[in-house]
Structures are given as C-alpha cells and as structure tokens.
C-alpha cells in the first residue's frame, strides 16, 4: 500500500490544464448574463428591466455565445471533472486504497466551499451541484467497462427524454404559461412611488422571475442594498437553480463526467491517444457546429419570442452540448500545447488552478456588479458585459501565471488538497 498526493505540476498533462483554462472562459462568458443581469432576463433575453434595449451588437454577441459556448464550455468543464475523479480513483486503485475515504472528504469539501460561494457571493454557483454529482461518479468508477458503458447509454436517454419532452411541453403550453405569467402580473399592485423590495418583492411578484416587480426589485437589491435584499435574490435564485438541476442540466453534467471517466480509462489524453483525439475532434465538429448554428437559426427566422423558434432552439442546442465539448477538449488536449506560449501559459496556469480562478470570476464580476463595487448591474447589456468579462478571464490568467510560477498550487486548491490528503 502506498500513501496518496497531489499530482506533481511536472506529472500533469498540460493539455488537460489548457481546456480547464479555456473551459473557465466559456464559463464566463455565460455566466455574464447572470452576473450583470436579473435572473429572468439573463433566462429570457426577450424580458429586460426597465431602461434597457438591446442594440443589433447586443443580440449578434447574445446569439453567438448561445451558439457555441452556452452549455458547451461548462460540458467541458464537467467532462475534464470527471476525468478527474476517475483519476483520483484510479490512483487510489493503484496504490491499494480505498477510492471513498480521499474521495469523499474532496467532494465534501467541495460541497462546502459551494454552498458559500452559492449563497452568499453568487448565486450560479455550480461546485454543490458537482460534489453530489461527483459521488454518483465516484460510485460508477467501481464499474466494469460494459456497465460503465450501459449506465451512461441510460443517463443520455435520459437526457435526450429530458430535452425533446422539455422543448415539446414549453411549446405545447406556452399560451397557458403566458396567460398565467399575464394574469399574475394584473393582480399584482404597486406603489411606483414605494416599489417593494428584497423578500418582499419577491412575494408580489409571485416568485416569478420574469415578473417587473422581480427584475427591478433584483436591480435595486443588487445595485444598491442593502445585503439582506441582495441576499434574498442570491439565495432565492441559487434555491431555483438547485431545485431544477435534477431536470435539466444535471443530466447533462453527469453525462459529461460519464464520459470524462470514459476518456480516462481509454487514454484518450494520453500522449498516445492522438490519433483518436483527431478523429474524434472532427467528428465532433462535423455533428455539433450545424447544430450550433440550429440553436440561432430559428430565432433569426421566426419571432424570437415565439414557442415553436424557442423549442427549436434548446433542442438544438441540447443535442450540440453533447458533441462539441467532446470535440474541444480533443481540440484542446491535442493543439493547446502547441499554441504559442505566451497564450498556453496563461491558460494552462489559470487551468491548474481553476478552483481558485472561478471563485475569483465570481468576487470580481459581482464586485463590478454590486453596490459595494462599482454598481453595474442592471446598467448594461451583452456587448459591454461580454468585453468585461473577457478583460476579468485575460487578467486572472495574467495573475494564475504569476502566482504559478511564483507559489506553485493556488491558494483554494491548497485547501482542498489538504482537506483531500489531510495533508
């Protein structure tokens, strides 16, 4: 029996690290619609607070990230987890170990760390959804080749049941939906010279997010405070996004994490496994960019608020978030390294510490956001917040590098290996 550790910076594949990078700035840049934005907007475009208009720039950016980032950097980023917590299962298998004991104090930890990150600094916190996730992985990895495959066949019927019946319903009773959205909003009543706020406002509104009373409700808590009412929103939001993972995405990250340990135990980022990379890059590609393109098509054909262009949409878009983050990271894996340095080293630092990297995405955009910062939010929509968020990426890739070179491990990762290893 050996004693477990950290994987040595000169042990770990510098391609892995890269697509964690450029994962991190996918995440982003999605993640800025939640960041700047009310909750009901930043999951309906076609509902803003008042005092905001999208220009042409703003949809064309909007469109574009739905098309080839929405969903799909954050399915990469569950792909490499899992291929994660198949590695630390596979060394613990090696050294004679049991995988839980190490592997449940990690994924412990990581709960912790996310239910502080969802509830009292942002509300998209994704780190609770990846440690209850993760233990279902860390479960399958006592599997067999042949059940590993059946189980994740299971998970992506799930899935696609999932999507299309998603899709079929929303269209099916978008009337109802909407009748019901407008006749909420009838009964509600407000002071325009004393609008509620905080808790309260969240009661008028009905709890629904895209209700007027909620978004301007959201701004003012956000933009202005006090805690307690910005709290409410945060809270409220990170209890709906909790709630709704068991229906929605959550498939979708346990399908990527299925496939992360598929990766691992077929050394598709092995240095041999160049060859099944390439072809599975293109074939990714080949499948997920028309898709891609199918996510935005109905929207620029049809009314962008119609049922039919938006059921269209998120099949699309379902259906490509499976191919295209298999096709980026055998991008990533294969070709980040031979990027040129002084892009692969930012990247590949900010990867190696991605734990420390996304907590920090989230303080710096929701100090640019809040009324302790500079008050952004609610101001402005997705081509100045796109360019901000991209400046937030480049300059926490700038100082990972720095810290790297200087510290080595980052200061959140630190914690959790300590916490891992009890070291």
């Not at 959201?218 to 993972?245: H, K, N, Q, S």
């Not at 080293?345 to 640019?368: N, Q, W």
């Given at each position: ?304 608020e119609s049922a039919g262009a938006e059921a269209l949409s998120t099949i699309a878009a379902g259906l490509a978030s499976i191919a295209l983050p298999v096709a980026y990271a055998c991008l990533a894996v294969e070709f980040g390294p031979r990027l040129p340095a002084l892009i692969a080293a930012p990247v590949r630092a900010a990867g190696s510490i991605a734990l420390t990297v996304y907590l920090s995405e989230s303080i ?60």
């Amino acid at each position: 029996m050996q004693t477990l550790a950290p994987t040595a910076r000169p042990d770990r594949i510098a391609g892995i690290d890269i697509a964690r990078g450029f994962a991190l700035l996918g995440i982003i840049l999605v993640n800025a619609r939640f960041f700047f934005l009310p909750f009901g907007s930043a999951i309906n475009p076609a509902r803003l607070p008042d005092g905001l208009a999208r220009t042409p720039l703003d949809w064309a950016v909007h469109d574009a990230i739905d098309a080839v980032v929405t969903f799909k950097f954050i399915s990469l980023f569950s792909l490499l987890f899992g291929f994660g917590v198949a590695t630390q299962a596979g060394k613990a298998a090696a050294a004679g170990v049991s995988r839980w004991p190490g592997g449940l104090r990690r994924l412990g930890a990581l709960l912790c760390i996310g239910l502080v990150h969802g509830f009292l600094v942002w509300d998209g916190d994704i780190l609770a959804l990846y440690s209850v996730l993760g233990t279902l992985v860390l479960a399958f990895a006592g599997l067999g080749d042949r059940w590993l495959r059946r189980v994740t066949i299971g998970v992506l019927a799930v899935l696609l049941l999932l999507t299309f019946a998603g899709a079929g319903l929303k269209w099916a009773f978008s009337d109802v939906a909407a009748a019901a959205s407008a006749e909420a909003a009838a009964k509600t009543t407000v002071d325009p010279e004393s609008p509620p706020r905080g808790a309260a406002a969240l009661m008028a509104a009905s709890f629904d997010p895209g209700s007027s009373t909620w978004m301007n409700a959201e701004v003012a808590a956000i933009r202005e405070g006090p805690w307690l009412d910005a709290f409410a929103f945060r809270a409220t939001g990170y209890v709906i996004a909790m709630v709704a993972a068991p229906f929605s995405y959550g498939w979708q990250s346990l399908l990527m994490m299925l496939l992360g340990m598929w990766a691992y135990r077929t050394g598709l980022f092995a240095a041999e496994g160049g060859a099944m990379r390439r072809k599975l890059a293109i074939r990714g590609l080949a499948v997920g960019l028309p898709l891609a393109l199918c996510t935005v098509l109905p929207r620029w054909l049809l009314d962008r608020e119609s049922a039919g262009a938006e059921a269209l949409s998120t099949i699309a878009a379902g259906l490509a978030s499976i191919a295209l983050p298999v096709a980026y990271a055998c991008l990533a894996v294969e070709f980040g390294p031979r990027l040129p340095a002084l892009i692969a080293a930012p990247v590949r630092a900010a990867g190696s510490i991605a734990l420390t990297v996304y907590l920090s995405e989230s303080i710096l955009c929701t100090a640019i956001a809040s009324w302790w910062g500079l008050a952004r939010f609610g101001t402005m929509l997705d081509a100045e917040f796109s360019s901000i968020v991209l400046a937030v990426w480049a300059m926490l890739a700038l100082g990972a590098l720095a810290w790297v070179r200087a510290f080595g491990a980052g200061p959140m990762e630190r914690l959790w290996r300590a916490i891992t290893y009890r070291a």
